[in-house]
């Protein structure tokens, strides 16, 4: 019997896995650039910090956690996103003792129990940036710069980045009751409608066309911004104005999340179907209070690792071929005693910052060669019994096809040379 990735997981492959690594590698330089640290936290935490972190009415905690109880009689939950823990991290170590803002990167895999379809699955992964301590216009267009310029560091040009404000303390609970009394007026199933009492806003995020439909009147959030918050909106929309990023203002973008305050925004991409959204985020003043810390005010994002590989894909910018092959030097041994020696000169080749590789399994000459084909190496290093007697090996140029005698003194000098030219 075999097995298979559980329904909604998936292997990431080589060559294909590069294109992940890539965007991870990507999608983090610009925040290492502006000072963000990184941190690693576990991958199950409390059930309670999601619960109360993220939120009771939302998706995430009604429906879509892997909880369970381990052997200890604990409830824990694994990982179904990323800002709650590491706030719980910052918390727990005083991070925000010291200097401020605490800046911090992560990237790592996520749980949800969803409908799996094509880029919506049960295990993904992000990559995701929390700047705690400020309530700065300037740190909120920080952090969105930094997405911004990772997706072009990819090459991406069709991420489109929504922007929006959900208001403060002050203001949200005249446009939250507002809200309330415009969905009390709506025909919408009994879940949606006990959703509508306990948390308004997220009604707005219903993805369901009949639900969006009759949503095209509601209050919108931007009518009802206290006076602070307007100025600080328009002081985050001015900045990244003045850094040349585009945004398309969305007043009814709401988060999945419910510790978000002001600022809010997503990234989508066009080629991805119904999943559309590549990342998102915003500000969540109240989410350290929400799990027992104190005032703590914070913004972030987080984006889906597998979905930008998507839009990547879906841009054509690996274009048709494959990655090239991992490896620049083949070796193809003949005999036991070649093997010996040429397994020396690899190790000295990788010392020395070749990428190499060799026949293994005592293949034949013309085996080892489909060997050395495949791998998609430039030069082949053929040692034959007579080759050593003689100090010397035959190195391949697997494109040309022409072969010539190197003293095995000058291998590696010689194969750094042609490399590099
Ligand atoms: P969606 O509205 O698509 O469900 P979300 O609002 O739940 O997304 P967040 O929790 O903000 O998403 O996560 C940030 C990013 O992580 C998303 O923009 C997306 O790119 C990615 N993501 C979220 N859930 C999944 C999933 N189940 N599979 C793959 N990627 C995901
Ligand atoms: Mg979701």
Redesign the pocket.
Known sequence: MTFQAPKGTFDWLPPRSERALAVREAMSAPARLAGYGYIETPTFEDTALFARGVGESTD?VSKEMYTFEDKGGRSITLRP?GTAPVVRAVLQHGLHNGRLPVKLWYSGN?F?Y?RAQK????H?S?VGVEALGAEDPALDAEVILLAVDGYAALGLTGVRLLLNTLGCKECRPAYRAALQGFLRGLDLDDATRQRAELNPLRVLDDKRPEVQAQLAGAPLVTDHLCGACKAYHEEVRALLTAAGVSHTDDPRLV???DYYTRTTF??VHGGLGS?S?????GRYDGLSEMIGGPALPGVGW???V???VLAMEAEGLFGEEEPPGPVQVYGVPLGEDARRRLFLLLTELRRAGVAADMAFGGRGLKGALKGADRSGASYAVILGERDLAEGSAQVKDLASGEQIAVPLAEIVTTLKERLTT
Not at 119 to 122: A, E, H, P, S
Not at 277 to 281: F, I, K, R, S
């Open positions: 995430i996103e996520n949800r969803e880029g919506r699955y049960r993904f992000q988060r999945g999340l997503e990234f999943q959204a590549v990342g998102g985020g987080a984006i889906g597998d979905r930008t």
